[in-house]
T-cell receptor, first 114, second 112 residues
Framework: GNSVTQMEGPVTLSEEAFLTINCTYT??????LFWYVQYPGEGLQLLLK?????DKGSNKGFEATYRKETTSFHLEKGSVQVSDSAVYFCALSDRKAAGNKLTFGGGTRVLVKP | SQTIHQWPATLVQPVGSPLSLECTVEGTSNPNLYWYRQAAGRGLQLLFYSVGIGQISSEVPQNLSASRPQDRQFILSSKKLLLSDSGFYLC???????????FGNGTRLTVT
């Protein structure tokens, strides 16, 4: 079956530091890949996505590249802010699965200190 | 524009009591609808999804059930809550064929 593995948190950084959150996946076929962000007490928001190999998704200074050869979709940001403190989820969708279901990783909590 | 409403935001219920969480979507028709649960410190678990009125697929056998009485309404229910039902419940929707989910703000359920 499909699965997503993320690095465990919490990840604690200082403001303006470089952030990387590793994500690897196992899937049959060619999934689409996503990063979602969850701010405290809220639901999840789509941060970025990539639908095919070598695609780069980007939003709000975050980037992730769909690497089929390493089955990875690592999230990066060059200079984090306190407002980036949140839980980040990597996810994949199996285009062959009924119902457009997403498989999520366990989430990585990021804490940015001023 | 499309919006998703989920309520209540928080709920404290005793063990053995019933549960009803409601989710509605506005601004779209025939969405795919989902219920996820997020246990404390853990990832998201898909509980139910629906591709149309009256069509419910269950992902994990459990104490909960779901119903879709109207096109844009999705309800999560239980007849008797267990302590293990505590968690953060999230409703989500997407258009058929589109894989980006849109989530509600969630309901934090504490079963005491």
């Amino acid at each position: 079956g499909n699965s997503v593995t993320q690095m465990e948190g919490p990840v604690t950084l200082s403001e303006e530091a470089f952030l990387t959150i590793n994500c690897t996946y196992t899937a049959t076929g060619y999934p689409s890949l996503f990063w979602y962000v969850q701010y405290p007490g809220e639901g999840l928001q789509l941060l970025l996505k990539a639908t095919k190999a070598d695609d780069k998704g980007s939003n709000k200074g975050f980037e992730a590249t769909y690497r089929k050869e390493t089955t990875s979709f690592h999230l990066e940001k060059g200079s984090v802010q306190v407002s980036d403190s949140a839980v980040y989820f990597c996810a994949l969708s199996d285009r062959k699965a009924a119902g457009n279901k997403l498989t999520f990783g366990g989430g990585t909590r990021v804490l940015v200190k001023p | 524009s499309q919006t998703i409403h989920q309520w209540p935001a928080t709920l404290v219920q005793p063990v053995g009591s019933p549960l009803s969480l409601e989710c509605t979507v506005e601004g779209t028709s025939n969405p795919n609808l989902y219920w996820y649960r997020q246990a404390a410190g853990r990832g998201l678990q898909l509980l139910f999804y629906s591709v149309g009125i009256g069509q419910i697929s269950s992902e994990v056998p459990q104490n909960l059930s779901a119903s879709r009485p109207q096109d844009r309404q999705f309800i999560l229910s239980s007849k008797k809550l267990l302590l293990s039902d505590s968690g953060f419940y999230l409703c989500a929707w997407t258009e058929a064929g589109i894989w980006a989910l849109h989530f509600g703000n969630g309901t934090r359920l504490t079963v005491t």
